[in-house]
């Protein structure tokens, strides 16, 4: 497989430095990739990046992950709003922790072939430097005229911006040349890749190592993802999309994929996945041909949700979805597990009751229209029992006179009641 081939059809190459196809076409290449470790786990924004590693590896190279330490003690400032909150020492371990885990499920750390991916932080070799150090050995090699150049300073400087440029930011640029150089040096690593707004911080690595130690370094960029409609991608209301399920659920996770737009699920199924390019094709053409069945979004969600959770997951995730709109039975909602329920149900109006009320049942016309307000009126209540409109738990009721008990209850303590085809209630039983 070539790896910038492979990039250029997925729509993941921004720009790379000339002589980098050659690099790989000539021997296997040790590559590397930065990632932010602020939080214990990896979201969304982060898989273009993981994405990368894994297509690098699958060409038959050396996939490097570099956990940004030594920048979350320091707190990277660059392109941000604010100074990002510092981290301790044992923090940064249980977060690097955590993305080695999730890293796993991408790339193959514990292969017995050369080209095993590995995981570094940078903060090993940058907190034995003091600063005198630094700027001798490596602040001496890189002009201010050189550093003034980058058009990421440039447009700090710019008349426009009101924040000006604090010297941390300023010299961040050494500092990732430094991993680089560190890299090269030591793990043979001859190329750094990053999003299209790491390029000036990625080309001070590669001139760091011409000038210092006579070395030639390559650079490769992958564009910043947004969607169809210019918006941010990887961010809905409630946030990030996390890859930590307990951050955000795999029912939430997959959800967020289906709910691609046409124009977004045909960029994200190259970007996100590594399904061949015959077969992304034929989707393409099976989805343009019948775009209401929408099966680009579908198989999509699927492939990555299967990858970031598991396959079980991801059925789990598809019943779900079919219990919220209709189609879903008893026996697969009692199957859910709790926070999967909660996620599709969240937003929905709750009820509260106690546990001791249901000892000794409740009729279902008091419990609905009386102990809760599920209902306005027993008389309208009423009516939808005739009319064949209430469901408790997925299950028509027809009897008026039916009894609510314990043994209605959903992981011992929901109850569940809708009122047509998509007005839920939940009731919480505690």
Same mark, same amino acid.
């Not at 072939?113 to 070799?125: E, G, I, M, Q, R």
């Not at 399920?245 to 124009?263: H, I, V």
């Given at each position: 497989m070539n790896f910038v081939e492979e990039l250029k059809w997925?729509?993941?190459? *921004?720009?790379?430095?000339?002589?980098?196809?050659?690099?790989? +076409?000539?021997?296997?290449?040790?590559?590397?990739?930065?990632?932010?470790?602020?939080? &214990?786990?990896?979201?969304?924004? *982060?898989?273009?990046?993981?994405?990368?590693?894994?297509?690098?590896?699958? @060409?038959?190279? +050396?996939?490097?992950?570099?956990i940004g330490g030594a920048t979350g003690m320091i707190g990277d400032p660059s392109g941000k709003s604010q100074e990002r909150n510092l981290l301790d020492e044992p923090t940064l371990r249980h977060n690097q922790k955590c993305i080695k885990q999730q890293l796993a499920k991408f790339l193959d750390f514990e !292969? &017995?072939?050369? =080209?095993? @991916? $590995?995981?570094? =932080?940078?903060?090993?070799?940058?907190?034995?430097?003091?600063?005198?150090?630094?700027?001798? &050995?490596?602040?001496? *090699?890189i002009t201010v005229n050189y550093m003034m150049a980058k058009d990421s300073v440039k447009k700090r400087l710019s008349a426009e911006s009101k924040e000006g440029m604090s010297f941390t930011e300023f010299t961040y640029q050494l500092v990732q040349g430094y991993d680089f150089l560190w890299l090269y040096n030591n793990m043979n690593c001859k190329l750094q890749m990053g999003g299209s707004d790491q390029w000036g911080n990625i080309t001070t690595g590669t001139e760091l190592i011409r000038r210092k130690v006579g070395g030639e370094a390559f650079a490769l960029t992958v564009p910043l993802i947004t969607k169809a409609d210019g918006t941010k991608f990887g961010k809905t209301e409630q946030g990030n999309?996390?890859?930590?399920?307990?951050?955000? !659920?795999?029912?939430?996770?997959?959800?967020?994929?289906?709910?691609?737009? &046409?124009?977004?699920?045909?960029?994200?199924?190259?970007?996100?996945t590594a399904l061949p390019k015959a077969e992304i094709d034929a989707l393409v053409a099976e989805h343009k041909a019948a775009p209401h069945a929408r099966v680009l979004q579908k198989r999509l969600a699927e492939e990555v949700t299967t990858m970031v959770h598991s396959k079980e997951d991801y059925e789990m995730a598809v019943e779900a979805s079919q219990i919220l709109f209709g189609k879903g039975t008893a026996d697969q909602l009692r199957k859910l597990n709790e926070s999967t329920f909660l996620s599709v149900f969240e937003g929905v109006p709750q009820f509260n009751l106690s546990k001791?009320?249901?000892?000794?049942?409740?009729?279902? $016309?008091?419990?609905? @229209?009386? +102990? !809760?307000?599920?209902?306005?009126? +027993?008389?309208?209540?009423?009516?939808?029992?005739?009319?064949?409109?209430?469901?408790?738990?997925?299950?028509?009721? !027809?009897?008026? =006179?039916?009894?609510?008990?314990?043994?209605?209850?959903?992981?011992?303590?929901?109850?569940?009641?809708?009122?047509?085809?998509? =007005?839920?209630?939940?009731?919480?039983?505690?």
């Open positions: 997925r729509g993941m190459l *921004h720009d790379s430095m000339p002589g980098t196809e050659e690099q790989l +076409k000539k021997e296997l290449t040790s590559a590397y990739l930065g990632i932010d470790p602020t939080a &214990d786990s990896l979201h969304i924004g *982060h898989l273009v990046g993981v994405m990368v590693l894994k297509h690098f590896q699958l @060409a038959g190279h +050396k996939p490097i992950a570099l !292969t &017995d072939a050369p =080209n095993a @991916a $590995v995981l570094v =932080n940078n903060y090993d070799w940058m907190k034995e430097i003091s600063f005198l150090e630094f700027i001798r &050995d490596i602040g001496k *090699h999309v996390w890859l930590d399920p307990e951050r955000t !659920t795999p029912y939430q996770f997959y959800q967020f994929w289906l709910n691609a737009s &046409d124009d977004d699920a045909e960029r994200y199924i190259k970007i996100f001791s009320e249901l000892e000794q049942g409740i009729n279902v $016309v008091d419990l609905l @229209a009386e +102990k !809760t307000e599920v209902f306005p009126s +027993k008389g309208e209540l009423r009516r939808t029992i005739k009319g064949n409109g209430l469901s408790i738990n997925k299950d028509k009721i !027809t009897d008026e =006179n039916l009894v609510i008990n314990e043994n209605f209850l959903i992981g011992g303590k929901y109850i569940l009641a809708q009122k047509g085809k998509k =007005n839920y209630s939940l009731i919480i039983v505690s």
